[in-house]
């Protein structure tokens, strides 16, 4: 049985600097893979877009999960890798692609979470994955 060590989530490559350079500490996105995360775990970083692979990785500290990830803001200021307003603009984009798939029903609203890190180490060569890492991310295991 493999046991889950930590999580990958895709980050476009113009936005890898602010972990490694810029100290940022807090990771956003909507809640995709995230049920078997546990402080401890690492997270590492896959590099999309251009230059893909793992970057660098951190060590989770703690876990938020709130359906306004602009609340993260009040929580964590600017520790967070994103902008308030490049956050709002992801909301949007969302939002509008919720309303393209046609449902009776009212869109589930994803919960957000946060994971804050420590130990936020940049690798010397990019590595290559052994398996695709999709948008929503994906558990690690060993």
């Given at each position: 049985m493999s046991t889950i060590t930590g999580v990958t989530f895709p980050v476009p490559k113009h936005l890898m600097?602010?972990?490694f350079a810029e100290g940022k500490t807090v990771f956003i996105k909507p809640a995709t893979v995230f049920k078997e995360l546990?402080?401890?775990m690492k997270l590492v970083?896959?590099?999309s877009h251009e230059d893909t692979?793992?970057?660098g990785e951190a060590t989770i500290k703690?876990?938020?999960i709130d359906d306004d990830p602009l609340a993260f803001f009040e929580t964590?200021?600017?520790a967070i890798f994103l902008t308030k307003e490049e956050a709002k603009a992801y909301v949007e984009n969302q939002e509008r692609w919720q309303g393209v798939r046609v449902r009776k029903e009212a869109p589930r609203k994803r919960p957000w979470m946060?994971?804050?890190l420590e130990d936020v180490q940049k690798y010397d060569t990019v590595k290559k994955p052994e398996r695709f890492v999709p948008v929503g991310g994906r558990y690690l295991k060993e």
């Amino acid at each position: 049985m493999s046991t889950i060590t930590g999580v990958t989530f895709p980050v476009p490559k113009h936005l890898m600097p602010r972990f490694f350079a810029e100290g940022k500490t807090v990771f956003i996105k909507p809640a995709t893979v995230f049920k078997e995360l546990k402080p401890g775990m690492k997270l590492v970083f896959y590099q999309s877009h251009e230059d893909t692979g793992y970057v660098g990785e951190a060590t989770i500290k703690r876990i938020v999960i709130d359906d306004d990830p602009l609340a993260f803001f009040e929580t964590f200021g600017d520790a967070i890798f994103l902008t308030k307003e490049e956050a709002k603009a992801y909301v949007e984009n969302q939002e509008r692609w919720q309303g393209v798939r046609v449902r009776k029903e009212a869109p589930r609203k994803r919960p957000w979470m946060a994971l804050e890190l420590e130990d936020v180490q940049k690798y010397d060569t990019v590595k290559k994955p052994e398996r695709f890492v999709p948008v929503g991310g994906r558990y690690l295991k060993e």
